[in-house]
Structures are given as C-alpha cells and as structure tokens.
C-alpha cells in the first residue's frame, strides 16, 4: 500500500496566516492526490483534487501543488471557518490510502 | 443527488463480527462509474481507507486489514455492507460509507456516519 505522510501534524496560526502542509508519498503517484478538510462531527469535504483543481465551490485561498511524491496545499490567508484539519488522500493505485492528517488550530 | 446512508449496530462485542450497510439513493450501485467504499475514523484520530466494491463485485482492501474485511454488494437493494470479523477496541471508530468517481474528483459523496463501539 502506498504510505502517505503529512506535515505538520498540527499547527497554531492565526487568521490572516498563510499556512502550507505538505504531503509526501512513499511511491510516486503523479497528480492523483486529493485533499480533504473535516470540521469535527462532519463528513470531510473536498477540497482540491488531481494535485491542484479546486472542487466547485472552494475559495480561491486555497490552493494545490506538486507531483509524483511532494504535494502540498496552502491557505494563503486563514480564515475563521478554515480551522480545521486536513487530508491528503491517493488515487494513484488501490487501496486509496489517507495521510495521517493535519489539524490547524487557532492561536 | 445521490444519497448515501449507513446503517448497523452501534455495539459490538469483542471478538464478534461488525456488519454494516450502505444504503444508496439517487445513484445505482451497478454504475460502471463508481466504486463504492467504507473509511473508518477512530476517536480522535484520522481517516482510514478500509477498501472497497465495483460493481461486477470485485473488491480491493487496505493490508492492514485484509484478512478481517469483507465488502459485498447487493444489487437488488441497491445496498453495500461491511464486515469486520474478530474485532477488538482498536475497531471503535466512526464509519462511512463513500462513493468513488472512477476518475476525478474521487470520492465525491459521503454517508454522515455510524459510530460502532467495540466493548462487552
């Protein structure tokens, strides 16, 4: 199973903040990556997918990067409804495996 | 707009088998275009893919739980279940069932969820 690995694991920002997590595969999977935000007791919502398109909907500060193993999604200025956690998920090969996860509280 | 609905025991004992099942509305788990998943979530902790079902009924699962996982489909109800045979606490999590675009974006619905407790 490809193992995808995120970090940080938690950060403390504030709003206004520009926050970049990144996502490494443990084999190369070209752009098939996703990523996911989850507020607690809710379903995780997509957010980007293929890398770097943005799901219908989603504001434009946030934004996707990278290819084959280093991907990365940054929020360019944190938002009240943006803390959250975070998920980079694979789609390159089965099983479609999640990053651990990031959550980014408020400072 | 496809719905998706788990469904199942919120209490399971130790060593007993979890069964769960996704109910799907507005969407045909015979499509072609979709294969249809379970994620789990442990309290606290972070998303797990479990596996999942196409519609010619193949199936695919995470190693880590390959031998205790089973995802069937019946078509007839328009359903797809789980079962987790042989479970401990560590099996406590929240879960859902999911549906995956054969192509982009992915996954692009989501059951809201059945938390499973695993104790005596």
């Known amino acids: 199973d490809i193992q995808l690995t995120q970090s940080p694991s938690f950060v403390s920002a504030s709003l206004g903040d520009r926050v970049t997590i990144t996502c490494r595969a443990s084999q190369g999977i070209g752009i098939y990556l996703a990523w996911y935000q989850q507020k607690p007791g809710k379903a995780p919502k997509l957010l980007i997918y293929?890398?770097?398109t943005f799901q219908s909907g989603v504001p434009s500060r946030f934004s996707g990067s990278g290819s084959g193993t280093e991907f990365a999604l940054t929020v360019s200025s944190l938002q009240p409804e943006d803390f959250a956690s975070y998920y980079c998920q694979q789609l390159n090969s089965f099983p479609y495996t999640f990053g651990q996860g990031t959550k980014v509280e408020i400072k | 707009q496809v719905q998706l609905q788990e469904s199942g025991p919120g209490l399971v004992k130790p060593s007993e088998t979890l069964s769960l099942t996704c109910t799907v509305s507005?969407?045909?788990?015979?499509?072609?275009?979709?294969?249809w998943s379970w994620i789990r979530q442990a309290p606290g902790k972070g998303l797990e893919w479990i596996g999942h079902i196409y519609y010619d009924g193949s199936t695919n699962y995470i190693s880590s739980l390959k031998s205790r996982v089973t995802i069937s489909l019946d078509t007839s109800k328009n359903q797809f279940s789980l079962k987790v045979t042989s479970v401990t606490a560590a099996d406590t999590a929240l879960f859902y069932c999911?549906?995956?675009?054969?192509?982009?974006?992915?996954?692009?619905?989501w059951g809201q969820g059945i938390l499973v407790t695993v104790s005596s």
């Open positions: 507005g969407g045909s788990v015979s499509s072609r275009s979709y294969y």
């Open positions: 293929a890398a770097s």
């Open positions: 999911a549906r995956v675009y054969r192509g982009w974006p992915g996954v692009d619905s």
